[in-house]
């Protein structure tokens, strides 16, 4: 079955790099997705990546995927204070689209000023 | 992307009632899934509603507790029945755009007392 591992907390100072990981189980994902909950709102996608791609950038975002080791992070540069949310890491794991999304636990980011 | 409202936003309810949640998007789509996310924990699926037939309930999850409307292909309704406060979650709804990016509502949390 589909699991997929994050650490908790993640704790940064502003203006340094975050970079927080997921490990995931299931070898036939075929997207993984990056979305940012802040308190009291809903899910925000920031980014996801296709499972034959290693690297991803957008703006202060970059994912990277070892698909080896069925491992994802998404690191964030210049971490601001409004960059304070939990980060939830999920993946698709069928080939077709329009299926549900399996999530790790979230991961709180911290951000100190 | 696809812009999700959700409706109540919140709410607190007596155990023994029931809520229904409606969730509108601004374009169709095929499927739409609802989720629950309990206080400080990940993201559950609930069940998977395409229009024109019955919804597609998880393990755990039952019509009887969760039923579900899917009238037409913008539209669907999730009812939390007979509340106990174990239902005390955020519920949200979700969509995918271009089979690949799945998108949020804003959620709805319930609170019951």
């Known amino acids: 079955g589909e699991d997929v591992e994050q650490s908790l907390f993640l704790s940064v100072r502003e203006g340094d790099s975050s970079v927080i990981n997921c490990t995931y189980t299931d070898s036939s994902s075929t997207y993984l997705y990056w979305y940012k909950q802040e308190p009291g709102a809903g899910l925000q996608l920031l980014t996801y990546i296709f499972s034959n791609m290693d690297m991803k950038q957008d703006q202060r975002l970059t994912v990277l995927l070892n698909k080896k080791d069925k491992h994802l992070s998404l690191r964030i540069a210049d971490t601001q204070t409004g960059d304070s949310a939990i980060y939830f890491c999920?993946?698709?794991?069928?080939?077709?689209?329009?299926?549900?999304?399996?999530f790790g636990k979230g991961t709180r980011l911290s951000v100190i000023a | 992307s696809a812009v999700i409202s959700q409706k109540p936003s919140r709410d607190i309810c007596q155990r023994g009632t029931s809520l229904t949640i409606q969730c509108q998007v601004d374009s169709q789509v095929t499927m739409m899934f609802w989720y629950r996310q309990q206080p400080g924990q990940s993201l559950t699926l609930i069940a998977t509603a395409n229009q024109g037939s019955e919804a597609t309930y998880e393990s755990g999850f039952v019509i009887d507790k969760f039923p579900i409307s899917r009238p037409n292909l913008t539209f669907s309704t999730l009812t939390v029945s007979n509340m106990s406060p174990e239902d005390s979650s955020i519920y949200l709804c979700?969509?995918?755009?271009?089979?690949?990016?799945?998108?949020f509502g804003q959620g709805t949390r319930l609170t019951v007392v």
């Open positions: 979700s969509v995918f755009e271009s089979d690949t990016e799945a998108f």
């Open positions: 999920a993946e698709s794991y069928l080939n077709s689209g329009n299926t549900p999304l399996v």
